[in-house]
């Protein structure tokens, strides 16, 4: 079975931007959530989706968004970006029922 | 507010030796805790969870303990090996855990 797939690996972008990064589950998997991890804040939970409906949401300011397709793939949405944006973007997949999360290998997003 | 400690940021051990790991948990009342391993560049991996109503859980050579009256877990890896130098993040959970909330992690090196 294919793990988490996250697209595009990395991404250079530059202050004032905006930016869309896509994930897909594992097949069969209906919750998919995103977390940022920087070195100074480490892993932080952004949003959680299930069934194309937003179910959790963390602290993060609204230029964070995002959406769930009818076949869970994911996509988070960065506007207005700034240097403190930089980081390591991560989703993960969950199935219903089960409390593990599988993570995908993350999105480098660098911002200038 | 809830906050999660892992004990020192770097933990060196030598080879064959046991690792142990500390979670520590405050302003929280976890159902379960889970153990995730990441290593550089990439998403974190699941390796354990334990229940509240657990007091011990192992797999292969890892084990976990869980003192909801210390508010503390403790993480053991047995016999270790170079392969096992990564960081170890704890993630203490209630509900349906869709939202983790992680510890900065500990960075384990195990020198050969």
């Known amino acids: 079975k294919a793990g988490v797939t996250q697209t595009p690996r990395y991404l250079i972008k530059t202050r004032g931007q905006q930016v869309t990064l896509s994930c897909s589950p594992i097949s069969g998997h209906r919750s998919v959530s995103w977390y940022q991890q920087t070195p100074g804040q480490g892993l932080q939970f952004l949003f959680e989706?299930?069934?194309?409906?937003?179910?959790n949401k963390g602290n993060f300011p609204g230029r964070f968004s995002g959406r769930q397709f009818s076949n869970s793939r994911s996509e988070m949405n960065v506007s207005t970006l700034e240097l403190g944006d930089s980081a390591l973007y991560l989703c993960?997949?969950?199935?219903?029922?089960?409390?593990?999360?599988?993570f995908g290998p993350g999105t480098r997003l660098t911002v200038l | 507010s809830q906050k999660i400690e892992q004990n020192s940021e770097a933990l060196n051990i030598q080879e064959g030796k046991t690792a142990t790991l500390t979670c520590n948990y405050t302003?929280?009342?976890?159902?379960?805790l889970q153990w995730y391993r990441q290593d550089p560049g990439r998403g974190p991996v699941f390796l354990l969870l334990i229940r509240e109503n657990e007091k011990e859980k192992r797999k292969e050579r890892l084990k976990v303990t869980f003192d909801t009256t210390l508010k503390q877990s403790l993480f053991h890896i047995t016999a270790s090996q170079p392969a096992d130098s990564a960081t170890y993040l704890c993630?203490?959970?209630?509900?349906?855990?869709?939202?983790?909330?992680f510890g900065s992690g500990t960075q384990l090196t195990v020198l050969p």
């Open positions: 993960a997949s969950q199935k219903q029922g089960y409390n593990e999360q599988f």
């Open positions: 993630a203490p959970s209630s509900g349906s855990a869709r939202q983790l909330t």
């Open positions: 989706y299930f069934s194309e409906t937003q179910r």
């Open positions: 302003n929280y009342s976890p159902a379960y």
